[in-house]
C-alpha cells in the first residue's frame, strides 16, 4: 500500500477518535451539571438578603412531597427549571452517540492499521527467510550431446 495513504489513512482515524472524545466530553460535563443541579440544595436567590429561601435538592428532598413551603415553592421552582434541564440532557443524548460512533470508529481503524501493518512485517520476514534458507540453484552445465 501507498505510504501516503496509508498515512491520512491514520490522519483521519486518529482525527475522527480525537473528535469523539471530545464529543464524549461535553455530553459528560452536561451530565455532571444537570446531577449537580438535581443533588445539591440550593438558595432561592441571592443570599445576601435576609429572606433568601435554602431549597432542598430536587432529587433528595425528605418527606412524600418537597418540604418547600407554599410561599417559596415558585421561587425554588424557579431556580431549577425542568424543561430547560431535559433540554441539556436531550442536546447531551446525539453529542453521546456521535462521540461513541465517531472515538469507536477512529480507534477500530487505527487497530486495524496496526494489525495489518503487523502482518505484513510478520509476511515480510517469513519471505526473507524462507529465501535464505533455500540455496541458489546453480545452473548445471549443460551436456552437449
Given at each position: 500500500m501507498n505510504e501516503y495513504f496509508e498515512q491520512r489513512f491514520a490522519a483521519?482515524?486518529?482525527?475522527?477518535?480525537?473528535?469523539?472524545?471530545?464529543l464524549l466530553f461535553l455530553a459528560g460535563v452536561i451530565w455532571v451539571v444537570i446531577a449537580y443541579q438535581l443533588m445539591v440544595p440550593f438558595s432561592d436567590g441571592d443570599d445576601e438578603y435576609?429572606?433568601?429561601?435554602?431549597?432542598?435538592?430536587m432529587l433528595f428532598y425528605e418527606g412524600d412531597a418537597p418540604t418547600w413551603a407554599e410561599a417559596t415553592w415558585d421561587d425554588?421552582?424557579?431556580?431549577?427549571r425542568w424543561p430547560e434541564m431535559l433540554g441539556w440532557l436531550g442536546l447531551s443524548v446525539p453529542l453521546s452517540v456521535g462521540g461513541a460512533v465517531l472515538y469507536t470508529s477512529g480507534t477500530t481503524?487505527?487497530?486495524?492499521?496496526?494489525?495489518?501493518?503487523?502482518?505484513?512485517?510478520?509476511?515480510?520476514?517469513?519471505?526473507?527467510?524462507?529465501?535464505?534458507?533455500t540455496p541458489a540453484k546453480?545452473?548445471?552445465p549443460a551436456k552437449k550431446g
Open positions: 483521519a482515524a486518529e482525527k475522527r477518535r480525537n473528535w469523539g472524545g471530545v435576609a429572606d433568601s429561601r435554602k431549597c432542598q435538592s425554588c421552582r424557579d431556580e431549577r481503524s487505527l487497530r486495524m492499521r496496526e494489525y495489518t501493518a503487523e502482518h505484513r512485517i510478520a509476511a515480510a520476514k517469513k519471505d526473507a527467510t524462507a529465501k535464505k534458507d546453480q545452473d548445471a
